[in-house]
Structures are given as structure tokens and as C-alpha cells.
Nanobody, 127 residues
């Protein structure tokens, strides 16, 4: 199966930007719908955004809509998360994940559908 490695996390001031990357290896990246999730200390893992296999469809949690952008480059086996206008409440460990999807345009938003996860990358937003 595919293996996922996140990178790009770090410390940023409120209002700043970061771009996370998720590089895939093993099975073909373009077989999978992809998503980003995050987990803050003491909280459950939550859905952030997802993208279809072909990249044409996306979906965002209300908390990040208009600030975050998910994209993918299937030729480079890489998923991205551009995070703008960051807030202290965005502080969390961010995970990318892969899910089998029934078609190239399907977006998967349910955490339970994701079978492969990266190790996570820490994002800290200071006020």
C-alpha cells in the first residue's frame, strides 16, 4: 500500500502562512482520494479538507474555508495544504491520509474511510 510522509510544519505568527506537503511512495498515489486532518492537544482528530483522485473536487471544514487550499500533483506523488491567515486555534499536528474512492471525482470526508495515514507534522501558530 501507499506510504505517506508529511513535511512543512513549523512555528508561525498569527496571520502568517505555511504550506504542508505530503509525499507518497509505494502504490500509485493517483489511485487514492486524499485528505488532511489535524489533532490539537486534548482534542479528537478532526477533518480539515479533502480532494478527489483527479483533483477536480475539494471539500473544506467550515473552520478553514476561505483560508486553506488543498491541491495535489499526481505526477509528483504529492499532496499540498496551503494555509493562509493562520490563527492560534489552527495549532495542531496535521496528518495526511489516503482513502480508496469509487471514482476520480469523489471526495471522502469520513475519517473512517481513510486507511493509510502519515506520521504527522506539527503546526504552531503564536498569537
Amino acid at each position: 500500500q501507499v506510504q505517506l510522509v508529511e513535511s512543512g510544519g513549523g512555528l508561525v505568527q498569527a496571520g502568517g502562512s505555511l504550506r504542508l506537503s505530503c509525499t507518497a511512495s509505494g502504490q500509485t498515489f493517483s489511485y487514492y482520494a486524499m485528505g488532511w486532518f489535524r489533532q490539537a492537544p486534548g482534542k479528537e482528530r478532526e477533518f480539515v479538507t479533502a480532494i478527489s483522485i483527479g483533483g477536480s473536487n475539494t471539500y473544506y471544514a467550515d473552520s478553514v474555508k476561505g483560508r486553506f487550499i488543498i491541491s495535489r500533483d499526481n505526477a509528483k506523488n504529492t499532496l499540498y495544504l496551503q494555509m493562509n491567515s493562520l490563527k492560534p486555534e489552527d495549532t495542531a499536528v496535521y496528518y495526511c491520509a489516503a482513502a480508496n474512492a469509487p471514482g476520480r471525482i469523489v471526495v471522502i470526508t469520513s475519517t473512517d474511510r481513510y486507511r493509510v495515514w502519515g506520521q504527522g507534522t506539527q503546526v504552531t501558530v503564536s498569537s
